[in-house]
């Protein structure tokens, strides 16, 4: 079975600094998606990014960029100019491309901060 | 606005009450997912549908049942719930093979079972 493991329960930011999120995962698949959830107060989960594994070239969306790693099975997450709106729980998830396999597996979360 | 609408938002039950927790997306989705999320434990799969007309246990399906009642609504129940099934509890849908578009999910359910 999948895993993901997020070893940070909680991290804090300046305000318009970078942070990194970490993330490793362990699959005996070679095709897979990678995703980066957020959960704002407001519960509502929303898709900050997502990587295809058979893909080398990093996914990038605006400030947000990963880097994945797929000998190492890692997958971290680059919050550039970090805003106060981005304070959230970020989510990492794995999804199998396995038709009928293909439900989604999450961490446990990092709760993000940012400090003004 | 297309996306995936749970209902209802919160709910407190007694302990031994059952309720059906709905879910309906209309994206044409073919897979649909029950999760319940609990604090330091990330989501965790209930079950989920590959298809119309399929199901399968997740990872935490013990006290639940579902319905896939047709291709836009799934939905879970709690035969008699227990304290242990205070949680949020999310659906979600996604396009087929492996969510390649991500996943959508509703607003979320608060349930406390007293």
């Known amino acids: 079975a999948q895993t993901v493991t997020q070893s940070q329960p909680e991290m804090s930011v300046q305000e318009a600094e970078t942070v990194t999120l970490s993330c490793t995962y362990d699959?005996?698949?070679?095709?897979?998606?990678l995703f980066w959830y957020k959960q704002p107060p407001s519960r509502q989960m929303i898709l900050v990014i997502r990587?295809?594994?058979?893909?080398?070239q990093n996914a990038t969306e605006n400030r947000f960029s990963v880097n994945f790693q797929k000998a190492a099975k890692s997958f971290s997450l680059k919050i550039s100019d970090s805003q106060l709106g981005d304070a959230a729980m970020y989510f990492c998830?794995?999804?199998?491309?396995?038709?009928?396999?293909?439900?989604?597996?999450f961490g446990t979360g990092t709760r993000l901060t940012i400090i003004p | 606005n297309a996306g995936v609408t749970q209902t209802p938002k919160f709910q407190v039950l007694k302990t031994g009450q059952s309720m059906t927790l709905q879910c309906a997306q209309d994206?044409?989705?073919?897979?649909m997912y029950w999760y319940r999320q609990d604090p330091g434990m990330g989501l965790r799969l209930i079950y989920y549908?590959?298809?119309?007309?399929?199901?399968d246990k997740g990872e935490v399906p013990n006290g639940y049942n579902v319905s896939r009642l047709n291709k836009r609504e799934f939905s879970l129940r709690l035969e008699s719930a227990a304290p242990s099934q205070t949680s949020v509890y999310f659906c979600?849908?996604?396009?087929?093979?492996?969510?390649?578009?991500?996943?959508?999910f509703g607003s979320g359910t608060r349930l406390t079972v007293v």
């Open positions: 979600a849908s996604s396009d087929s093979p492996g969510g390649a578009f991500g996943y959508t």
């Open positions: 699959t005996s698949e070679s095709d897979y998606y």
């Open positions: 990587q295809e594994a058979y893909k080398q």
């Open positions: 998830a794995y999804s199998s491309w396995l038709f009928g396999n293909e439900k989604l597996t």
């Open positions: 549908s590959a298809s119309e007309g399929t199901t």
């Open positions: 994206m044409n989705h073919n897979s």
